[in-house]
């Protein structure tokens, strides 16, 4: 069973040389934000080696990413206000349309003259050009000097000071200040990624620029195709080469992903797509076994389809969290005051059929750390076996678990894990969580245990049980992550080209 969109693609190795040439980055810089601190800078570490073998090339690296969920504005209807204001704006300043026709260079006054339904008369070579327009009535010269800011609006308006649709919680500036101080030299910051046309071609070989958050214009997930098409239009204007190094957003589709590829004609992976394909293919097709998956979090109807795709290709499954109390009660166990629908029950029960059916052997939790509120972390206490008592609600699982879990990686050769196995995000609850990370890391360190670890919740498990590095790969794609896992077919991997 192969997922066509894990085929090997097209990577930045393939597309040399790019010395000189402009090369568009889809990176994902959607990193966590603390009022103006970033919290996390993993995404943004992970985009630099694609960088890197850009500039050391000579070539020019124009970044293009989103981050959070601005309220954004459509770039037709942004652009149709801005223009408006600004060339009002202008004619303010300018006083009088001869002289600021008399400003111009003779190359543009040209242009605007060849413009005038008077042109025939206006070939005097004897009087200035500017007398000539002094000479034409004010609705045309109005109209003429309309259509020339109108069609040179980037070169006339550069200093944009802030793009339409900004907000300052959403902009990517700050990023583009821990880039820089990542690769040691200056990266230049676009305020408007759809007017960035004249600062893109100032670039010179080597150097770096990343574009203000995309999604400050809806127009970059829009459903309405025609809507992405243009703002990707815009885009791709800007380089000659489009990598797509943003594994977490390509699930969607998007101008920045899926529609530049297509405008552009071709679309290679940068390493970190590169790397996230390559342990998610090696996974979901050719795994060292046995293959054990870990799948925890907070619901199991969020994982149904992660489970039924990964039974077809595991030997083990170690359900834990929140999602393990159907499959309790579904063999017969009390879950005192845990929440859990009969249906889920049914679909639970289903599952463990599949399982046995396929010969996958599964692993439930056998005690459990709970409280009579959810989010108290006082006195949690620790059950006997797996029944959870009346008036108590299970946040973790305990000890015993945690070895029985521990002891079953230690057999495998491969394992994925997504979903916390507790409320890890309360200290006195992340035992459970941090003690699988635990096991895996020392497996992958000591025996060579491939262990991934997908989903945004799991990653972020993984990195403040400090295991992370200790991980074969800790996937950049919450989404994306668990949409591979469910066997879909990612959008944005889609658009690449295959590797010939
Ligand atoms: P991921 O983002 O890695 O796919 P999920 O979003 O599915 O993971 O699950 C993460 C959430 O599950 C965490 O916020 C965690 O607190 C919650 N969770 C895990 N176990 C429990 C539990 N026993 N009760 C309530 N919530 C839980
Ligand atoms: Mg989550």
């Known amino acids: 069973m192969f997922s066509t969109n894990l085929l090997s693609k097209k990577s930045v190795d393939d597309i040399w040389p790019v010395t000189g040439k402009r090369v568009l980055i889809r990176v994902d810089f959607n990193v966590s934000m603390n009022h103006d601190t970033i919290i996390n800078d993993y995404h943004i570490r992970t985009a630099v080696p694609t960088i890197r073998r850009i500039i050391d090339q000579g070539g020019i690296c124009i970044l293009m990413s989103h981050l959070g969920r601005p309220k954004g504005v459509d770039?037709?209807?942004?652009?149709?206000?801005?223009?408006?204001?600004?060339?009002?704006?202008?004619?303010?300043?300018?006083?009088?349309?001869?002289?600021?026709?008399?400003?111009?260079?003779?190359?543009?006054?040209?242009?605007?003259?060849?413009?005038?339904?008077?042109?025939?008369?206006?070939?005097?070579?004897?009087?200035?050009?500017?007398?000539?327009?002094?000479?034409?009535?004010?609705?045309?010269?109005?109209?003429?000097?309309?259509?020339?800011?109108?069609?040179?609006?980037?070169?006339?308006?550069?200093?944009?000071?802030?793009?339409?649709?900004?907000?300052?919680?959403?902009?990517?500036?700050?990023?583009?200040?821990?880039l820089a101080e990542l690769l040691g030299q200056h990266v230049y910051f676009t305020h408007d990624c759809l007017h960035a046309k004249h600062e893109v071609q100032n670039l010179r070989c080597g150097e770096v620029m990343l574009l203000e958050n995309l999604r400050f214009y809806t127009n970059e997930t829009s459903p309405d195709k025609a809507k992405r098409m243009r703002m990707a239009t815009v885009l791709a204007s800007y380089g000659h080469v489009y990598i797509n190094d943003a594994f977490g957003s390509s699930s969607k589709e998007a101008a920045s992903v899926t529609e530049i590829a297509k405008l552009m004609g071709h679309g290679a992976a940068g390493y970190l797509m590169e790397r996230e394909i390559s342990y998610f293919s090696k996974l979901l097709n050719s795994p060292p076994r046995p293959l054990v998956a870990i799948i925890g979090g907070a619901k199991l109807r969020d994982k149904i389809h992660v489970l039924e795709n990964l039974l077809n290709r595991i030997d083990k499954l170690i359900i834990g969290g929140g999602m393990s109390f159907p499959f309790l009660k579904a063999t017969g166990h009390s879950i005192g005051n845990t929440s859990c629908d009969e249906e889920l029950v049914g679909i639970a029960l289903e599952i463990l059929k599949t399982a046995a059916g396929r010969k996958v052997e599964v692993y439930l939790p056998i005690d459990h750390v709970c409280n009579r509120f959810k989010d108290s972390p006082e006195k949690p206490v620790v059950t006997a076996g797996p029944d959870v008592p009346d008036g108590f609600v299970a946040l973790d699982i305990g000890p015993k678990s945690i070895q029985l879990f521990s002891s079953s990686i230690a057999l495998c050769k491969s394992a994925v894990w997504n979903g916390p196995v507790g409320v890890f995000e309360i200290p006195a609850y992340s035992k459970g969580t941090f003690g699988i990370a635990k096991a895996m890391a020392d497996s992958t360190q000591r025996r060579g245990l491939l262990s991934i670890i997908g989903g945004g919740d799991s990653a972020s498990a993984a990195e403040l049980s400090g295991e992370a590095p200790r991980m074969s790969h800790v996937s950049t794609g919450g989404m994306a992550s668990l949409e591979l896992l469910e066997g879909k077919t990612l959008p944005g991997i889609a658009a690449l080209d295959d590797k010939e």
């Open 75 to 178: 770039s037709e209807r942004a652009d149709a206000a801005h223009k408006k204001r600004q060339i009002s704006q202008y004619f303010q300043e300018h006083r009088g349309k001869t002289s600021f026709f008399a400003g111009l260079t003779a190359d543009d006054k040209a242009t605007i003259l060849s413009w005038s339904t008077r042109r025939d008369r206006l070939t005097d070579h004897t009087t200035s050009r500017t007398s000539l327009f002094a000479k034409l009535s004010e609705e045309e010269k109005k109209e003429l000097l309309f259509r020339f800011l109108n069609e040179n609006k980037d070169r006339m308006f550069p200093q944009l000071s802030c793009s339409a649709g900004y907000e300052q919680e959403f902009s990517l500036q700050i990023a583009a200040q821990r």
